[in-house]
């Protein structure tokens, strides 16, 4: 059964694609999957051993200090950091964190997964500045331009109220 169990969460860690960290109580790391070697570039004795503090952006380090002990109170729900890789390249991930206890409630780690959100934030950044770019088509435009919704107008340009010579 325990052979079983081992390999089940083996198996279970080696399919997901995010990095998965283990730390002790004081955020020294334990283990490390094989995803955060591939994306971090690392090998495994330059992340074993060290304090997963080392790898967060020194920007996000002091909220980083702050939600470690925090979650040890209760359980937070993803954080955002940015990872430093091994050739400097700091790369923003989401990061879902949750403390491991014993059967008497005593704690004995953490576990981490990180996801990298670079291409969400990139997909983001891309639909507010389309939303910038078509809220200055409409606002500019030369012809009146609104949206009416149940016989009501929710938005008017300034040429639609210029031409209708009402007030917003």
Known sequence: SLQETEELYSKLIAAIPDIVVRTDVTGQVVFVNNVALQLGGYQRAEIQGKNLLEFIAPEDQESAVENF???FKHKLG???????????EKIP???????LRRNDGSVYGTVN?????SNRLQAEEALRESEKQYRLLVENANDAIFIAQDGKIKFPNP????????AK
């Open 69 to 71: 002990g925090l979650m």
């Open 78 to 88: 993803p954080r955002e950091y940015s990872l430093v890789m091994k050739d400097g």
């Open 93 to 99: 991930f989401e990061i879902n964190s949750d403390v």
């Open 113 to 117: 997964i990180c996801r990298d959100i």
């Open 159 to 166: 040429r639609t109220m210029e031409i209708l010579g009402f």
